[in-house]
């Protein structure tokens, strides 16, 4: 059974970088076909994709956030992490790590069929 | 950039087919998926690549793509099946989501 789990700070301070890493387990971060990805929702709001690692370290990050964005893989520990920078209190939100499956290999059409818990930061001073 | 259009809430009564409805620029020459989101619960996938159901989702789940529209149906809604919808596809190497309709159970 593939499960994700992300772990970070629940706080973090304007200007500061946060960082989020997703741990994975029941497949391997390396194997081909899955999109590894990250995907926030704002208190009360709709679901905003972040970005998206492949197994490869091939990257797509959101064009509105895609300059303060790092995706990256770790794949000694099956783990990918996100980095977004100069933090506002608009990049308060509930942060989930998600697989983008694609068994065919055709990006385009992915869908999103296991997600992490979600976990809540406030960009705050 | 692309984007995907919902209504922001649809009500149905129990036991009748709720529909929800997704829009975009040629949206049926695209894959669609959706997901369905409780308060205080990670988003569950119950349609992809338009017509697909994951096994665990009911068959009452049912999903078509065509033009510019893709639409969810909820045979038999149960007061259960209450939650906030999203409609997803992939546009130029990016996910994009609708903004989301709540369904409500009347």
């Known amino acids: 059974q593939v499960q994700l789990q992300e772990s970070g700070p629940g706080l973090a301070n304007p200007s500061q970088t946060l960082s989020l890493t997703c741990s994975v387990s029941g497949v391997s971060i390396s194997s081909g076909g899955n999109y590894w990805s990250w995907i926030r929702q704002h208190p009360g709001k709709g679901l905003e994709w972040i970005g998206y690692?492949?197994?490869?370290?091939?990257?797509y990050y959101n064009p509105s956030l895609r300059s303060r964005v790092i995706i990256s893989l770790d794949t000694s520990n099956n783990q990918f992490s996100l980095k977004l920078s100069f933090l506002t209190a608009a990049d308060t939100a509930v942060y989930y790590c998600?697989?983008?499956?694609?068994?065919?290999?055709?990006?385009?059409?992915?869908?999103?069929?296991?997600w992490g818990q979600g976990t809540l930061v406030s960009v705050s001073s | 950039s692309y984007a995907l259009t919902q209504p922001p809430s649809v009500s149905v009564s129990p036991g009748q087919t709720a529909t929800i409805t997704c829009s975009g620029d040629e949206l049926g020459d695209k894959y669609a998926s959706w997901y369905l989101q409780k308060p205080g619960q990670s988003p569950v996938l119950v349609v992809y690549r338009d017509s697909n159901r994951p096994s665990g989702i009911p068959e009452r789940f049912s999903g078509s793509n065509s033009g510019n529209t893709a639409t969810l149906n909820i045979e038999g809604t149960q007061a259960t099946d209450e939650a906030d919808y999203y409609c997803?596809?992939?546009?130029?190497?990016?996910?994009?989501f609708g903004g989301g309709t709540k369904l409500t159970v009347l």
């Open positions: 998600a697989r983008d499956s694609t068994p065919d290999g055709i990006a385009a059409a992915g869908y999103f069929d296991y």
């Open positions: 690692i492949y197994a490869n370290g091939n990257t």
């Open positions: 997803q596809a992939w546009d130029t190497n990016t996910v994009v």
